[in-house]
T-cell receptor
Framework: GAGVSQSPSNKVTEKGKDVELRCDPI?????LYWYRQSLGQGLEFLIY????????KSGLPSDRFSAERTGGSVSTLTIQRTQQEDSAVYLC?????????????FGDGTRLSIL | GQNIDQPTEMTATEGAIVQINCTYQ??????LFWYQQHAGEAPTFLSY??LDGLEEKGRFSSFLSRSKGYSYLLLKELQMKDSASYLC??????????WGAGTKLIIKP
């Protein structure tokens, strides 16, 4: 597609359940980023992929969070045993690799609500 | 540590000019980005500065002073649709973007 696509757009689940969020980056973008944004707050960096590898996982909040990327394209962010504090909008962005002045392009996000 | 500072909120009048400041302290510098984010939407790219000076793009301009660790976004001829949050982000020596918390701009008629 023309832009970054994320699914689902909204997810409501019960505390303790696992959730999987998907990101399909812009074709040709080898860098992919996951962020979290709580209501009225700034962007919280979670993880960054260069191709299929993740050189920077420093932002993952706990071991309940994991992410993978296959084929240098689609990425999934998995949250296990969800907690209410996981409620937020999860944003994915992609950019051209090796061209550091290229901006990150964002998807519309997944709004996650934990009951 | 790395730090980006922006005012939390600003108010301006339709048709006027507003300047949103951003100061930063990062491990290295590979450019500064400004993004616009409307409520409930994803951030969209506005501008990029890597050299000192002013970059103009229509009603929006962005300024950078690397020696002062300072940038501003200047919005002219404000329109109601400019009501949004404006995010400042700096790319550090590892080519990672460090994000500010954003400035919520409220435009009044």
């Amino acid at each position: 597609g023309a832009g970054v696509s994320q699914s689902p757009s909204n997810k409501v689940t019960e505390k303790g359940k696992d959730v999987e969020l998907r990101c399909d980056p812009i074709s040709g973008h080898t860098a992919l980023y996951w962020y979290r944004q709580s209501l009225g707050q700034g962007l919280e960096f979670l993880i960054y992929f260069q191709g299929n590898s993740a050189p920077d996982k420093s932002g993952l909040p706990s071991d309940r969070f994991s992410a993978e990327r296959t084929g240098g394209s689609v990425s999934t962010l998995t949250i296990q045993r969800t907690q209410q504090e996981d409620s937020a909008v999860y944003l994915c962005a992609s950019s051209l690799v090796g061209i550091f002045n290229q901006p990150q392009h964002f998807g519309d996000g997944t709004r996650l609500s934990i009951l | 540590g790395q730090n980006i500072d922006q005012p939390t909120e600003m108010t301006a009048t339709e048709g006027a000019i507003v300047q949103i400041n951003c100061t930063y302290q990062t491990s290295g510098f590979n450019g500064l980005f400004w993004y616009q984010q409307h409520a409930g939407e994803a951030p969209t790219f506005l501008s990029y500065n890597v050299l000192d000076g002013l970059e103009e793009k229509g009603r929006f301009s962005s300024f950078l002073s690397r020696s002062k660790g300072y940038s501003y976004l200047l919005l002219k001829e404000l329109q109601m649709k400019d009501s949004a949050s404006y995010l400042c982000a700096v790319m550090d020596s590892n080519y990672q973007l460090i994000w500010g918390a954003g400035t919520k701009l409220i435009i009044k008629p």
